[in-house]
């Protein structure tokens, strides 16, 4: 694991470079290296997991003509290094990164595909003086870049780059739209107009003849021949089983994020099933009705793990402005909070950590999958006009609690979410996954925005959703679209970002094993029964019927629990009241620019007097907006 950075198209430049390897510092606090020939010069930080004493980076092929530096993991460079030594090639290190050098001499770019991890990294092939950027196929690790007449600059965080004076900080007006609905911005595009994501399963070439972006990985939802419903359930044990092997390779010891649900719980048990260290387990847990810490710790006392704990309270809110400046760009979600303590829990006791990230998004684990399952079921029966012309008008006028028997939450989100049930319910008569998808994920829909906006100001329009993932052949094309949609940005923009800057941000290593990309691909093969079952409100099944072999059936069995601090609690706090004061002022909220003070103050007193857990998350999204700004565009420095 490690922060990258370079440049090229430039003349020699070790300030810039090294100035840049130091904003990435706490990625890789262990070492550090740079190498320049050239126009083209790599740096990175290094945090040392595999071959620790000797896998300093860059890493160089036998005639130091193709140089590397990685951030990320290969999991199977045990097996890629004893077949490349077989065909002749001479290992200098342990490291797992140097299988990749070996692997362009052997296939060029196109070894990528031989690669099973996360990575991210930057290759430069002295003879071709051709300089490759690459990025993991689910996007686990990130890399950005910016391009101007003849140059390039690329780093792992943003900030990294905002060290050259020639990369505007000019804000991105279709992001800011993009945030607001999504909480995240998804690639891409970043908040900095003229700055980049690599995007998942992508690489970049830049040579004389210029830059070039080719996609070497797609996930496609295909049948493959055919299975019982044994075989597949057997299938998964030994991929499943395979991932967690490679995922716990390393020099230094390996711990885990355990919440005590069925994700985390599976890791860890497969953990205990394959080591015999000590294994040091990790829950995050809040004074709320939700909190699942006595489950963790009942989870770890049954495998024998010592397990530490963190109490998230309404006052850590005070750690947002660290986590912004490590974030690089707002990711609107209170989650981000007891994410970024967990990660510094961990950081006092290893350099690893596992977690169950990716298991819902794979298996259909996330509310909102049942929920637009059952409304395509329904719309499969009745006619659409039923949905937009009956149903939704009735829902205006019931009361909240009797949405209660039919929906699982919009008392909790009050008004806005009767309004919301509405919306769906007129979207879902075309029966489009990718709208009813992007509504039931958003934070401020379309109409909430525009009701926000600044007549005049700098946002652009907003842009219809459209259904991007291309032709399926597949059991349930509906369900597989939608959830092949969660690949284009939730996973590496959303859910996957926010691992790995938390993480990152105290020198800690998140590896995700639900999401190697062999056992992703086998999932994409699986029929939906065997994901979710609606109407039953069974999710996970392949999961929950392997974690029945080595957990007990309560724990197999449990639902999904939301992780995090309620957010209405933050309101009555000193440090929110102080945010809210430094961002959201009238005058503040007019000189941005943005949004209409008006619309911002009468979100600011409805969220005081109803509670309402969408109303503070929609507050709470537009400070941590204003604080990124301040941080990144103004320079303002915040203590």
């Known amino acids: 694991m490690c922060g990258i950075c370079g440049y090229a198209g430039m003349e020699r430049e070790e300030r810039l470079l090294r100035a840049m390897a130091d904003r990435l510092r706490h990625r890789g606090p262990d070492d550090d290296g740079l190498f320049m020939h050239g126009r083209v010069g790599l740096g990175m930080r290094r945090l040392s997991i595999i071959d620790v004493s000797g896998g300093a980076q860059p890493i160089f092929n036998e005639r130091r003509s193709v140089a590397v530096v990685a951030n990320g993991e290969i999991y199977n460079f045990r097996e890629l290094t004893a077949d490349l030594e077989r065909r002749g090639h001479?290992?200098?290190?342990r490291s797992d990164v140097e299988t990749i050098v070996h692997l362009y001499e052997e296939h060029g770019i196109a070894g990528v595909q031989y690669l099973r991890g996360m990575f991210a990294f930057a290759l430069y092939d002295a003879e071709a003086e051709r300089l490759f950027l690459v990025r993991d196929r689910l996007g686990i690790k990130p890399l950005y870049y910016w391009q101007g007449v003849g140059k390039l600059l690329f780093a792992s965080e943003i900030k990294a780059l905002l060290v050259s004076d020639?990369?505007?900080?000019?804000?991105?007006?279709?992001?800011?739209?993009d945030y607001l609905t999504l909480r995240y911005v998804p690639g891409p595009q970043t908040m900095l107009r003229n700055v980049s994501k690599l995007p998942a399963g992508h690489w970049l070439s830049s040579d004389k003849n210029g830059c070039r972006l080719e996609r070497y990985w797609t996930p496609e939802a295909q049948p493959a021949p055919y299975r019982t419903d044994g075989e597949y359930h057997?299938?998964?044990?030994?991929?499943?089983q395979e991932s967690l092997r490679l995922h716990l390779r390393s020099d230094v010891p390996v711990g885990v994020y355990l919440s005590g649900g069925l994700d985390s719980s599976l890791v860890t048990a497969e953990m205990a099933q394959l080591t015999d260290h000590t294994i040091h387990t990790f829950a995050a847990g809040s004074a709320w009705e939700g909190d699942e810490t006595s489950q963790?710790?009942?989870?770890a006392d049954l495998l024998g793990c010592t397990h530490h704990e963190v109490r998230c309270e309404p006052e850590d809110l005070r750690w947002l402005p660290q986590i912004i400046w490590h974030s690089d760009e707002p990711l609107g979600d209170p989650i981000t909070v007891p994410t970024f303590l967990l990660a510094r829990l961990a950081g006092q006791q290893v350099k690893v950590v596992l977690t169950g990230e990716g298991a819902d998004e794979v298996l259909a684990g996330y509310l909102f999958h049942r929920v637009l399952d059952l409304m395509h079921g329904l719309r499969t029966v009745i006619p659409g006009w039923t949905l937009s012309d009956v149903a939704a008008p009735l829902v205006r006028h019931l009361p909240i609690q009797m949405l209660d028997k039919a929906f699982d939450y919009p008392s909790y989100l009050g008004e806005e979410g009767r309004r919301r049930v509405a919306r769906y319910l007129e979207m879902a008569a075309a029966d489009a996954p990718a709208p009813m998808y992007r509504l039931l994920i958003s934070?401020?829909?379309d109409v909430a925005q525009e009701h926000l906006r600044a007549s005049g100001g700098p946002l652009t329009a907003l842009q219809p959703a459209t259904d991007a993932s291309g032709p399926l052949r597949a059991h349930d094309a509906f369900f597989d679209s939608a959830l092949l949609l969660q690949y284009q940005s939730w996973l590496p923009d959303n859910i996957l970002a926010r691992q790995d800057k938390m993480s990152m941000a105290h020198s800690v290593e998140a590896r995700v094993p639900f999401l190697d990309h062999v056992l992703v691909e086998f999932l994409l093969t699986v029929p939906k029964h065997l994901k979710l079952r609606?109407?039953?409100g069974e999710n996970k099944i392949l999961a929950r019927r392997y974690a029945?072999?080595?957990l007990p059936a309560k724990v197999a069995a449990r639902k999904k629990r939301v992780f995090h601090i309620p957010p209405e609690r933050y309101l009555d706090t000193p440090v929110f009241q102080e945010f809210v004061a430094r961002t959201l002022q009238r005058e503040q909220v007019q000189r941005r620019g943005y949004f209409n003070p008006d619309a911002v103050e009468e979100l600011l007193r409805a969220a005081r007097a109803t509670r309402e857990f969408v109303r503070v998350k929609q507050v709470l999204a537009l400070v941590m907006l204003e604080i990124w700004h301040q941080m990144f565009i103004d320079r303002v420095a915040w203590t």
């Open 90 to 93: 001479r290992f200098a290190t």
């Open 166 to 177: 020639d990369v505007s900080r000019e804000p991105n007006a279709t992001a800011i739209n």
């Open 234 to 240: 057997e299938r998964f044990a030994e991929l499943w």
């Open 296 to 299: 963790a710790r009942a989870v």
């Open 443 to 445: 934070l401020f829909d």
């Open 534 to 536: 609606s109407l039953f």
């Open 548 to 550: 029945a072999r080595r």
